[in-house]
């Protein structure tokens, strides 16, 4: 039986990416939330924020510990399932993969002293400033690898000589155009969602248990936080859109099934392609897809037919393209509508249908980061380095590959239900309560030992 080498590779890989997108959000975006909880309490002199802080760092840091795993085994998969691009493009990608290991050990580092050194400090804002470098550590970590993801799609800073890369420029290479958009989109996003999933624990325990104090201070911060980054998120989809007309117009194309160049170009939402590949039960917006593009309602947008047959990208990522910015229009708007409530008096921001909302938006907010990543990759092909590596010259052609799939796939299962037995056990045995019981305890315990 003859193994197709290159699809397994696909699979393998879209499976290890998918798992460890779940940990890397949540490892970028949950800092920020530590520190932003930390210093509010500190500000505020209540114990409730501080608690938080305290509850989120045990969370992350079982994260943290399962991320490491799978980005481990990224890494190992960049040598074993893709050794042809590795060979052309190690060189040019070496500093970006190399610095997203300094920055892990920086950010472990400081999480390490943070952890132990809660109240050993008169001053509290001295623990609070090590939130800082945790917090750019795992902002570096995100940064380099996706600069080596905006590589592969915008690839720069070398000169091609007989199927080699030469006259490398890794810096230049690292901070190629599409760095910019993509670093700023992924974030942004992921801050958002952080503080979504925050925010949707909060929901969910308020909806079984009632609202406690505790409970709605956090669900207030962390709406403030989505509402803040589901805006800048939208900046950012508009940047990347704006990026891929003037660098990826093939991939701005398939996503919006714009198949003939032309000027005022509609901006087509949801439908179906039928047979004869005709665009079937869409919405189209007049003239939006050139100013979304360009910014001028009359500018020119390239469309399918410009590119052969054979480099333009899947016409299902129109599917993915549509599910991701719409997923991020329901989180500002559960966001905005929260804040509506909070300020109107006479509605309830508590209310069990909004509570509702915010717990779903936790999930989908991870579903639109995992769509976007898979628009950018999908969007991407036939290339693994745009214009100069096609996928199938890029992968292994050993038949273990399908071997490594199903060990992986048992390893990530494995992982999963560690990671949420010890996360249940971890905070169901000690609930917020019973630690604010015990705080209480302590402050008047060490107010005794003063006086």
Same mark, same amino acid.
């Given at each position: 039986m003859v193994v197709d080498t290159v699809l397994w590779s696909r699979w393998l890989t879209g499976l290890t990416l998918a798992f460890h997108v779940i940990f890397a959000t949540v490892g970028v975006g949950i800092p920020l939330m530590i520190a932003i909880a930390e210093f509010v309490g500190i500000r505020k002199k209540d114990s409730h924020y501080i608690l938080m802080a305290k509850r989120w760092t045990r969370g992350f @840091?079982?994260?943290v510990a @399962?991320? @490491?795993v799978t980005g481990t085994a990224i890494a190992l998969q960049l040598a074993l399932v893709w050794p042809n691009f590795?060979?052309?493009?190690?060189?040019?990608?070496a500093l970006p993969l190399f610095m997203e290991v300094f920055a892990f050990f920086f950010e472990a580092i400081f999480?390490?002293?943070y952890l132990y050194t809660w109240d050993r400090f008169r001053n509290p804002y001295i623990h609070w400033l090590l939130t800082l470098p945790i917090v750019a550590g795992a902002s570096m970590s995100a940064f380099f690898i996706t600069s080596v993801n905006g590589f592969m799609n915008q690839p720069d800073g070398f000169v091609m000589e007989a199927g080699h890369f030469t006259a490398v420029d890794p810096l230049q290479a690292m901070f190629n155009a599409a760095t910019p958009s993509k670093v700023f989109?992924?974030?942004s996003s992921a801050y958002m969602t952080g503080a979504a999933l925050l925010a949707g624990i909060a929901a969910y325990i308020m909806l079984r248990k009632g609202a406690s104090a505790y409970y709605k201070k956090a669900l207030k911060l962390m709406m403030g936080v989505v509402l803040v980054f589901s805006l800048l998120t939208t900046i950012a989809g508009d940047m990347s859109a704006k990026f891929l007309a003037e660098h990826q117009p093939e991939k701005l194309a398939a996503a919006e099934w714009h198949f003939e160049t032309e000027r005022g170009a509609d901006l087509i939402l949801l439908g179906w392609l039928n047979a004869e590949q005709k665009v079937m039960g869409a919405l189209h917006i007049p003239k939006a897809l050139s100013f979304l593009a360009f910014g001028d309602f009359n500018a020119e947008v390239k469309g399918l037919e410009e590119f052969p047959l054979d480099e333009r990208p899947p016409l299902l990522v129109h599917y993915l393209f549509d599910m991701m910015a719409g997923i991020g229009f329901v989180m500002l708007g559960v966001a905005f509508l929260y804040f509506l409530f909070v300020m109107w008096k006479k509605r309830n921001e508590l209310n069990k249908w909004l509570l509702r909302a915010i717990v779903l938006s936790a999930p989908l907010a991870f579903l639109g980061v995992e769509?976007?990543?898979f628009y950018a990759e999908v969007g991407r092909q036939p290339w693994i380095?745009?214009?100069?590596?096609? @996928?199938?010259e890029a992968a292994t052609s050993s038949p273990n590959v399908r071997i490594l799939f199903f060990l992986f796939l048992i390893l990530y299962i494995v992982l999963g239900v560690m990671c949420i037995f010890v996360l249940r056990r971890l905070f169901r045995n000690k609930p917020a309560e019973a630690e604010l019981e015990e705080l209480s305890k302590e402050k008047q315990i060490h107010s005794m030992e003063k006086g």
């Open positions: @840091v079982i994260s @399962v991320g @490491v590795m060979q052309l493009a190690g060189n040019v990608i999480l390490g002293i989109h992924v974030l769509l976007g990543w380095i745009r214009g100069y590596m096609r @996928v199938e």
